[in-house]
């Protein structure tokens, strides 16, 4: 497996394309009658099934590549961080890749090879044990202060109810973990889910942040770029 990983790491540096059919495009949100998180396939499986993390770990090889071993993911924004993620969101994220309602070109081969309940459950119960780290990639311009003040103002008032207040997010409702992941992700993210091109998203969520400009989705991503979940970090007693 190790050979596997350090190969792939180098054709992903290379920026080979693999051999894979070109992922599919669902309009998802788009679509009249789009059922958000519809219970089907795979992922209902998966979400019943007890995850292994040992199993899991092995699983998990093929992903450090790109999101690294500690699942920390790039500061760049281009691989999220992964680490202490909701065993559900990672479900469902993984079936929406695989399903082509979000443009994820790099990932899609990938995810269509792990259809396997049990190999998906093992591996999402890998990653949701994993710390959160502590140093990762924050909003760093000499005005941090200042957007970090004003995106707090709009989380609690537009997020806070579904992401909670440090950014655990809910297990229940799919509702994802946003402490602990980059700055750039969470931007680039935040304005595709604004303009339409993250189609799986929730549409409460889209309905929220449609209004927003560019400007206020620096200031709140440079907020949640901030949270810390207690308990949950890198470094803290469990
Ligand atoms: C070739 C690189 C690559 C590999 C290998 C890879 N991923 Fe990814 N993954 C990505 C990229 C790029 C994204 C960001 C997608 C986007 O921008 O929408 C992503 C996104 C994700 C997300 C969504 C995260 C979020 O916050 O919404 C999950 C979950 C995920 N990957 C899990 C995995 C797992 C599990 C594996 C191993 C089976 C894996 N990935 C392998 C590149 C990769
Ligand atoms: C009604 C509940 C709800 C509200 C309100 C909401 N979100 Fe979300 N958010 C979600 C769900 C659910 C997802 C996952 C969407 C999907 O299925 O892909 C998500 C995804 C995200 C993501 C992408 C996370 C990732 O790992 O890819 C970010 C960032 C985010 N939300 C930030 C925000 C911010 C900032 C606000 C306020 C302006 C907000 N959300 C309001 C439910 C909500």
């Known amino acids: ?70 699942g920390a993911g790039r500061p760049d924004g281009t691989f999220p961080q992964l680490a202490g993620q909701h065993t559900t969101v990672l479900i469902k994220q993984m079936a929406d890749i695989r399903a082509g309602l979000r443009d994820n070109p790099t990932m899609y081969p990938f995810a269509v090879t792990l259809t396997d309940p049990q190999e998906l459950a093992d591996v999402s119960a890998y990653i949701e044990s994993l710390c959160i780290p502590t140093e990762h990639g924050k909003y760093t311009e000499a005005d941090a202060m200042i957007q970090i003040a004003q995106g707090k103002a709009m989380y609690e008032k537009d997020c806070q109810e579904c992401h909670n207040a440090n950014g655990e997010g809910d297990k229940e409702k799919f509702y994802p973990v946003i402490a602990g992941q980059h700055y750039a992700y969470l931007l680039r993210q935040m304005t595709e889910i604004r303009d339409g091109h993250r189609r799986n998203a929730n549409p409460d969520m889209v309905k929220v942040i449609k209004p927003y400009t560019d400007e206020q989705l620096v200031a709140i991503s440079a907020y949640q770029a901030s949270l810390k979940m207690p308990g949950s970090m890198c470094g803290d007693a469990k």
């Open 1 to 70: 497996m190790k050979k596997i990983t350090v190969l792939l790491a180098a054709l992903v540096s290379a920026g080979v394309a693999f051999a894979a059919g070109p992922a599919p495009k669902k309009s998802g949100i788009e679509a009249e009658g789009y059922v958000w998180n519809a219970q089907e396939g795979e992922k209902i499986e998966a979400l019943t099934l007890q995850g292994d993390v040992t199993r899991g770990e092995e699983a998990y090889e093929v992903c450090g590549a790109c999101h690294l071993p500690s």
